[in-house]
């Protein structure tokens, strides 16, 4: 089945700069890559995603990039604030009948000091 | 928006105890999923289900069980509660591409 690696495990930074977070997976397949944010206390959130056949796709100051051949994907927070201060996981869905399952990473704390 | 809502916030049985949580949403959606949520492990897919009384087994099934009589409640079972199975447990549901996720049942077995 699909493998999704996560890192880092933790990122610290400070407000301003940026962040970024790398995820790889193991399934060539797999064709849709959402990102979650999470928090403390609640639910994960998506906050955005891509599709296979897209390369890169921006939302006002997150952004993430695809790279198929490598099997990577990472998510880009630009211009940090304190609130973007959360559990971020990657996630990646495999080829095939997967009934849209959705393989998660580990997990990355991020922690954004002002 | 879609709502996913799960039973219970928090539960605390004891070992052995048979565990049921609930998940309930209310847009008519196919696919529903159970993960469980453990620090330094991510997101783990236990069970889901893509119809009623269809049910797929996920990544880490053992100990628990899974039910769907109706399209809108998928409901997770563990047969013999352990404490290994202290965990927080997330219900989700599939609108489109991405879940909508319920808010959790935090889960202790003692």
């Known amino acids: 089945g699909e493998n999704v690696e996560q890192h880092p495990s933790t990122l610290s930074v400070q407000e301003g700069d940026s962040a970024v977070i790398k995820c790889t997976y193991s399934?060539?397949?797999?064709?849709?890559f959402p990102w979650y944010k999470q928090e403390l206390g609640k639910r994960p959130q998506l906050i955005i995603d891509?599709?296979?056949?897209?390369g890169e796709k921006k939302d006002q100051r997150i952004a993430v990039t695809l790279n198929k051949t490598a099997k990577h994907f990472s998510l880009h927070i630009t211009e940090t604030q304190p609130e973007d201060s959360a559990v971020y996981f990657c996630?990646?869905?495999?080829?095939?009948?997967?009934?849209?399952?959705?393989?998660f990473g580990q997990g990355t704390i991020l922690t954004v000091h002002p | 928006d879609v709502k996913v809502t799960q039973s219970s916030r928090y539960l605390v049985k004891r070992t052995g105890e048979k565990v049921f949580l609930e998940c309930v949403q209310d847009?008519?959606?196919?696919?529903m999923f159970w993960y469980r949520q453990d620090p330094g492990l991510g997101l783990r897919l236990i069970y889901f289900?893509?119809?009623?009384?269809?049910?797929e087994k996920g990544d880490i099934p053992e100990g628990y069980s899974v039910s769907r009589e109706k399209k809108e409640r998928f409901s997770l079972i563990l047969e013999s509660a352990s404490t290994n199975q202290t965990s927080m447990y997330l219900c989700?549901?599939?609108?489109?591409?991405?879940?909508?996720f319920g808010s959790g049942t935090r889960l202790t077995v003692v």
């Open positions: 891509i599709r296979s056949n897209v």
């Open positions: 989700a549901s599939m609108p489109n591409y991405g879940y909508t």
């Open positions: 847009m008519d959606h196919e696919n």
């Open positions: 399934d060539s397949a797999s064709n849709y």
């Open positions: 996630a990646a869905r495999g080829g095939g009948t997967s009934y849209g399952k959705l393989t």
């Open positions: 289900s893509y119809d009623v009384k269809m049910k």
